[in-house]
């Protein structure tokens, strides 16, 4: 690949950098919040975003034009030493060479997006029911899908030299969804493997890989887990930079932020080193967002790099195992095996993501759902399957589900709920026995995750109970049926007759008055 760099020194703070900062700091000493946790934490969740339940994240960047293993390609094609499944190393050196002649950087060219439509995109999401979208501003790959003043690295000025963020966001707005941007940044600063004789060992590629730190050469450099050096100071100011510039140029509803502000599970934020930088991005974007007409803005945050109070805490692919007060966001892909798009994906079933989507929501969260574009810009057909199928679910249940909040109890049932960072994958089906509730003023929902056998169920939950325990039930309907629907209630619950054939394909929502 033939790149036009910039005379400047690619290992220097980029010159525009400290006017930023300049005027970041201004914004953030005007108020009302101050970049302290106390200040902070004084934060309110905007309304829309309880209400809201179902988000789409869109996984689209670089990584898409090699399709292999999952969006962690870039890194993984630098790594050479061995591990579990596909050998990303290898399979490279096997297609396009090694790695000292065709580097991550060469597949920019070949990422051309020539069939993005961001209007199809934004009506496909409308007719899946989404409430907000949120694509990948910057992967950890270091290719801002963004028109980004502080890099020549985007996607404004290579590949599809295209703004996807702006076009995207404007086609999402105009269907009335609110916009969200991911950042993944913080991360760059460790993703990338150096060997002397790699392409990203050079310092005039540093716009994209990041500066070669000494500490990337070494032997267990790909071990981020057991140790991950601090970014230093440059690295920090020009993250802030950039993701305040997100905020400047595309007012999002919502920033979600991945691992890399914090460097593991167990980092507390007062004892984080980056913590002072997320407090200035917070104080930053909640006091932009505060001058504007409307919601203050979102924040998305992994672990324990954020107070509770002071944002909105999201797992990955995980769940909780009962209601959580505050609000709080699952995000998980369509598929199981990547983030990105891949050849031969493993996809999970509308049915089981629709599942989740009832059993979150019931515990106060809600699910941001992946999907992941091809290198030329047209979504798969099996991920608009399966959204238009949740899609479809929404259009009969959706009540059950917008604008509710949850009961006194999330639901009842023998299936276990797993818990833990990326811990879905021990997940077990659930079964009729299995029952969630929502509600929505006076009406109590009772959601069925899979249809009886013998065409009637018992809820345990609303059996008849003495004093003020006991609620009061007037009529059972059951969503998307014109079937009247024949039910008892006596001091073991109340139990419901169903009609004989099902209102939908999964998850039959029992409308309690």
């Known amino acids: 690949m033939t790149v036009r760099l910039s005379a400047a020194d690619p290992l220097a703070p980029h010159p525009k950098v400290p006017a930023a900062l300049e005027q970041i700091d201004q914004v953030v000493s005007d108020g009302p919040f101050a970049p302290t946790w106390d200040s902070l934490e004084e934060y309110e969740i905007p309304q829309w975003y309880k209400d809201a339940k179902f988000g789409i994240f869109i996984h689209w960047g670089v990584y898409s034009v090699p399709a292999f293993g999952s969006e962690w390609y870039p890194r993984q094609m630098y790594i050479d030493t061995k591990r579990r499944g596909d050998n990303f190393f290898e399979h490279h050196i096997a297609t396009y060479g090694p790695q000292s002649k065709f580097g991550y950087k060469d597949f920019i060219p070949k990422f051309k997006a020539e069939k993005f439509d961001p209007h199809a995109w934004a009506d496909l999401f409308q007719q899946a029911g989404a409430k907000y979208v949120v694509p990948v501003a910057e992967h950890h790959d270091g290719f801002p899908m963004y028109d980004c003043s502080f890099t020549e690295w985007d996607a404004t000025e290579m590949g599809p030299k295209r703004d996807i963020i702006g076009e995207l966001g404007s086609a999402i707005r105009d269907r009335g969804m609110r916009l969200g941007l991911s950042s993944h940044r913080a991360f760059n600063w460790k993703y990338y493997v150096r060997r002397p004789d790699f392409d990203n060992a050079d310092p005039k590629y540093a716009g994209l890989y990041g500066r070669p730190m000494p500490f990337l050469f070494k032997e267990d450099a790909a071990d981020y887990q057991s140790r991950f050096e601090p970014q230093d100071k440059q690295f920090k100011e020009d993250w802030l930079a950039r993701t305040c510039e997100i905020v400047d140029k595309y007012d999002p509803d919502l920033v979600w932020f991945d691992f890399g502000i914090t460097a593991n599970h167990d980092t507390h934020f007062s004892d984080n080193h980056y913590s002072p930088y997320l407090q200035r991005f917070a104080a930053y974007y909640y006091n932009a967002t505060a001058k504007r007409q409307g919601d203050l803005g979102i924040i998305n945050y992994k672990w324990q790099a954020f107070p509770e109070g002071a944002a909105v805490l999201d797992l990955e692919r995980s769940k909780m195992d009962a209601i959580r007060v505050p609000f709080w966001q699952t ?183």
Request: one cysteine or more; hydrophobic letters at 35%; proline letters at 4%.
């Open 331 to 513: 995000d998980t892909a369509i598929s199981s095996s990547s983030w990105g798009y891949t050849e031969n994906q493993k996809y999970k079933s509308a049915g089981r993501l629709v599942d989740d989507l009832v059993d979150i929501v019931s515990k106060n969260g809600c699910l941001l759902l992946n999907v992941g574009p091809r290198a030329d810009g047209t979504i798969p057909e099996k991920d608009r399957e399966i959204l238009l199928s949740i899609g479809q679910w929404l259009q009969i249940n959706g009540e059950a589900i917008y604008g509710t909040t949850y009961w006194k109890s999330f639901g009842e049932g023998p299936t276990k709920t797993t818990t833990g960072h990326l811990a879905e994958h021990k997940d077990q089906p659930f079964t009729a026995k299995d029952i969630r509730f929502t509600r929505k003023g006076d009406t109590l929902y009772a959601i069925l995750l899979d249809w009886p056998e013998s065409n009637q169920i018992s809820i345990q939950s609303l059996a008849e109970q003495a004093g003020d325990e006991s609620i009061d039930v007037h009529s059972v309907k059951l969503l998307g049926s014109q079937d009247e629907i024949k039910w008892r209630r006596d001091a073991s619950g109340l139990h419901v007759n169903l009609p004989a054939k099902e209102p939908c394909e999964f998850a039959y929502v029992l409308k309690i008055d």
